[in-house]
């Protein structure tokens, strides 16, 4: 087991939108063009797309190592099977939203959820394919963390806790609710990190942004091509920089939340507690 991190709930039912496969395709050249190496795939569920296939088929080709974030629930598919057993991931990390059908369905608000995540679990094992697991632990869950734990451990998988819940992309406060109080962990003090500088995001429409916390601003990436990739750096390097009432803080060396989380905390409304070491004064001066 590892330490903890943050983590977003998707709860919602969605459909894919984005760049059709032309388009598409040239979005992959175009990030191999810039020198990218490691593509994770993601979500919400990135299977649903209905160009998951070729996409991956064609990042493969062009000797990107990939990475899928998965709720598993496609994984039993035979086409994707054999798509992954025939070109393999270098990482398959599948969320793990509870131990019984009535806390996983009940916290994805999917009947039959959990069926399907078992049903990919055994089927990924089954084909070979190594994976590990992100345990999401919520209120709705808390008290299956000993046989969320077992279920990796039946699949000899390796695995990581996620308790620490941010808001959506959106600065939707919806599922700040859901933490569980007794298995949240402090933050590490933010140092600084490479986005925007040697990684990048981008979503389903060809934005490119810093990462998927800072999306704004971003840049056309099919448009603008690998020389807008350039301003990224830019952008991260002003995106970072403490602002507003975080300005002047005295705590900065201290505090554990990057500026672009920040700013979707306040936009969430967030408790103060919830980011920022001033809910909690006297932890966070004598720590």
Avoid at 101 to 107: K, N, T
Avoid at 172 to 198: I, N, V, Y
Avoid at 246 to 274: E, F, H, I, N, W
Wanted: glycine share 10%.
């Amino acid at each position: 087991m590892e330490d903890a991190a943050e983590t977003a709930i998707e709860i919602a039912l969605k459909e894919f939108e984005g760049l059709e496969w032309p388009e598409r395709e040239r979005l992959l050249e175009t990030i191999r063009d810039a020198g990218v190496l490691w593509l994770q795939l993601t979500g919400g569920e990135p299977m649903i797309d209905r160009s998951f296939a070729p996409v991956y088929a064609r990042a493969y080709e062009l000797g990107m190592m990939l990475e899928i974030l998965t709720n598993g629930s496609r994984l039993a598919a035979p086409r994707v099977l054999e798509l992954l057993t025939a070109h393999r991931p270098s990482k398959l990390s599948i969320s793990v939203y509870g131990a019984t059908e009535a806390s996983y369905d009940g916290l994805v608000r999917r009947k039959g959820a959990f069926r399907k995540f078992v049903r990919g679990l055994e089927a990924a094992s089954e084909a070979g394919l190594l994976f590990d697991l992100s345990l999401i632990i919520t209120d709705r869950n808390a008290h299956e963390v000993d046989a969320m734990r077992a279920l990796a451990e039946r699949f000899g998988a390796r695995y990581r806790e996620y308790a620490n819940m941010s808001p959506t992309i959106y600065g939707g406060g919806e599922s700040l609710p859901s933490q569980s109080p007794e298995f949240l962990t402090r933050r590490k003090p933010f140092t600084g990190c490479d986005a925007g500088h040697t990684s990048f995001h981008v979503n389903p429409f060809g934005k490119a942004s810093i990462c998927k916390i800072g999306r704004e601003p971003n840049i056309d990436l099919p448009g603008e091509g690998v020389t807008g990739l350039a301003r990224l750096g830019g952008i991260a390097d002003r995106s970072l920089l403490r602002q507003g009432g975080c300005t002047d803080c005295a705590l900065q060396d201290t505090c554990g939340t990057c500026m672009p989380l920040v700013q979707l905390y306040r936009k969430a409304q967030a408790p103060l507690a919830s980011y920022c070491q001033h809910g909690h004064p006297r932890r966070g001066v004598n720590q």
